[in-house]
Each structure stands twice: as structure tokens, then as C-alpha cells.
């Protein structure tokens, strides 16, 4: 198993530019979740899914879209990039059941580091 | 909201010395789980809290659930260089919220 991979590793985009965060994992995982990481603020969670076809904002949505059409794939789009968006982006995985994904392991990709200028 | 503070933000230790990280939520927690996050790596899941004055041990590192399952810590004896990286708690519910993380440095 590959786990959970994520491209690209760094990014540089200008402000104003769009671009899609690509996350995939075979483990048939139905939670995946993006977090952005920023110095001294820990991991804040930006969307979520549940299952394919269904989506849902976290703490800090405002700035991007995402959308879930099959298992294993949740990319994270920028729609018009700004400066505060340069962060390191992380997204995560997690099986589900019934007792939710809060009693089970995250497993994390390798992160993409984006820069907005 | 919930809130969950983690205390320090940063800890300075020298190889040998104890170090100990905490997690406190203004709301009882369903269970609570803990991870490490090397420099320049992803965080990578350590245990899982779900009973009530649950401790755990993994051979350095103690891990405690409270009683009121309102709080957590761990606690690492002799830290050793490869403990150096950032620690987060991660409380429940559906958007999974992190603490902020407590960051270790070791001087040799």
C-alpha cells in the first residue's frame, strides 16, 4: 500500500492563480480530511468528507472548494490564490464505521508545501 | 466552542531530562489521541484515550487520559534525540480538531 500520497510536494503560484491539491489513498478509506499547517497554529481543518459525493467545511473553508467523486481521491482547489494561503497542506485519511472517524487512526500524506507571492 | 488549549508551545530539554506535554478542553472529551510530527515530516499517529483515568505506556512515553476525561498528558522520561519534533493531541468529534502542538528541542 502506497498509504496516502499527495502532489505536488512544493508549489509557487502568484496571486490570483488557481490550482488543485491532489490527494489520493488506497486504503478505501471513506474520511479524508485537508488541514493547512502554519507556524504556531497547529493543524486547522479546512474540509472534510464522509463518503463519496459528500463534502463538508471545517474550521477554515473560506478560499477553497473540494469534492469527493470516488473513494480514494479528494482534491483540495485554490480559486483565486492570495498570500495568506502560503502554508504546508496536509491531507488525511481515516476509516469510518459506525462509531465515526474520531476513534480511529489519521494517517497523513507527505504534505504540499505552497508559497503564494 | 469547544476549545482545547496545549501547554507549552515550546520546550527546551536537555537530553536525559523529562519532558511533559498537556492537553486541557473547556468540554469533556470522548476520547482523545496523540501524535508526533518530526521536522519537516507529516504527523504520525501514537495512541488513542478513551476510558477515564486511562493510562498508557509506550516504553518511554506515558500517556493519561483524566478523570473527568476533561484533560491529557504525556510525559516522556529521558528524552533522547530522536524525540525531537512536534506533539499534538487531537480531541473528537467529526471535524477531529488538533491542539496546537508542543515542540521539543533536545540539547545533546
Known amino acids: 500500500n502506497a498509504g496516502v500520497t499527495q502532489t505536488p510536494k512544493f508549489q509557487v503560484l502568484k496571486t490570483g492563480q488557481s490550482m488543485t491539491l491532489q490527494c489520493a489513498q488506497d486504503?478505501?478509506?471513506?474520511?479524508m480530511s485537508w488541514y493547512r499547517q502554519d507556524p504556531g497554529m497547529g493543524l486547522r481543518l479546512i474540509h472534510y468528507s464522509v463518503g463519496a459525493g459528500i463534502t463538508d467545511q471545517g474550521e477554515v473553508p473560506n478560499g477553497y472548494n473540494v469534492s469527493r467523486s470516488t473513494t480514494e481521491d479528494f482534491p483540495l482547489r485554490l480559486l483565486s490564490a492570495a498570500p495568506s494561503q502560503t502554508s504546508v497542506y496536509f491531507c488525511a485519511s481515516s476509516t469510518l464505521f459506525h462509531t465515526g472517524p474520531d476513534y480511529y487512526e489519521q494517517y497523513f500524506g507527505p504534505g504540499t508545501r505552497l508559497t503564494v507571492t | 466552542g469547544q476549545q482545547v488549549m496545549q501547554i507549552p508551545q515550546y520546550q527546551h530539554v536537555q537530553e536525559g531530562e523529562d519532558f511533559t506535554t498537556y492537553c486541557n478542553s473547556s468540554t469533556t472529551l470522548s476520547n482523545i489521541q496523540w501524535y508526533k510530527q518530526r521536522p519537516g515530516g507529516h504527523p504520525v499517529f501514537l495512541i488513542q484515550?478513551?476510558?477515564?483515568?486511562e493510562v498508557k505506556k509506550q516504553k518511554r512515553l506515558t500517556f493519561q487520559f483524566g478523570e473527568a476525561k476533561k484533560n491529557s498528558s504525556l510525559h516522556i522520561t529521558a528524552t533522547q534525540t530522536t524525540d525531537v519534533g512536534t506533539y499534538f493531541c487531537?480531541?473528537?468529534?467529526?471535524?477531529?480538531?488538533f491542539g496546537t502542538g508542543t515542540r521539543l528541542t533536545i540539547i545533546p
Open positions: 487531537r480531541f473528537g468529534n467529526e471535524k477531529l480538531t
Open positions: 486504503m478505501n478509506h471513506e474520511y
Open positions: 484515550l478513551v476510558k477515564s483515568g
